[in-house]
């Protein structure tokens, strides 16, 4: 062996299990995902260092965390593919994916993240209280908009709105996410 490749096999054992689980974190646990973003990242390395010494590390996570943002663009670049039986009429459509709020300017790969958990915890909800918040919030429709469309009582909308609301709120703090003061949640449905 030449001492580069003696540099080279201590840095994979060296980096290869903590900036897998980053990018394991990063895809929310997709361990296929993580899998090949950590083998892209060694190959840009090698393709960059081949003759050189290894990269340090802080390198070896910026370029991780990179092909993560691109892996992450990608997928929203494309259609989404479900099968019928997995349809959720709360996947976001294109439009809604390409309009840009007034959100504060965080790091986009950010958003993504937090849109994942949140479209995770929101499909955790019973669907009457999913379809509600989806006619509500994606769809912007009134409470009485709701109430014709569900064929319920405008009472019975601002309920299942209210329960379904605290239990997104409950799921998300016991993944981490500390809820936002009124003043900065946004929009309340129209009357």
């Known amino acids: 062996m030449t001492g580069a490749s003696i540099g080279w096999r201590a840095a994979w054992e060296a980096n290869v299990r903590p900036i897998y689980d980053f990018l394991l974190?990063?895809?929310?646990g997709d361990r296929q995902a993580a899998e090949d973003q950590l083998q892209e990242t060694f190959l840009r390395?090698?393709?960059?260092?081949?003759d050189d010494a290894a990269p340090e590390r802080p390198w070896l996570f910026t370029v991780a965390r990179n092909i993560a943002i691109?892996?992450?663009r990608a997928r929203?670049?494309?259609p989404h593919e479900v099968a019928i039986d997995e349809f959720s009429p709360l996947e976001p459509r294109r439009d809604e994916l390409d309009r840009r709020d007034d959100f504060d300017r965080r790091d986009e790969f950010d958003r993504f993240v937090e849109s994942q958990v949140v479209r995770a915890a929101v499909r955790s909800l019973r669907p009457h209280h999913r379809e509600t918040i989806y006619q509500l919030y994606y769809r912007d429709r009134t409470i009485a908009e709701t109430a014709h469309e569900l064929g319920i009582p405008a009472g019975t909308v601002k309920s299942r709105m209210s329960d379904g609301l605290t239990q997104l709120g409950r799921t998300l703090q016991k993944q981490g996410y500390v809820a936002r003061p009124a003043a900065a949640r946004g929009r309340r449905p129209r009357r």
């Open 70 to 72: 691109d892996a992450g």
């Open 76 to 78: 929203r670049a494309r």
């Open 45 to 50: 390395a090698w393709r960059r260092f081949r």
């Open 25 to 28: 974190r990063l895809n929310l």
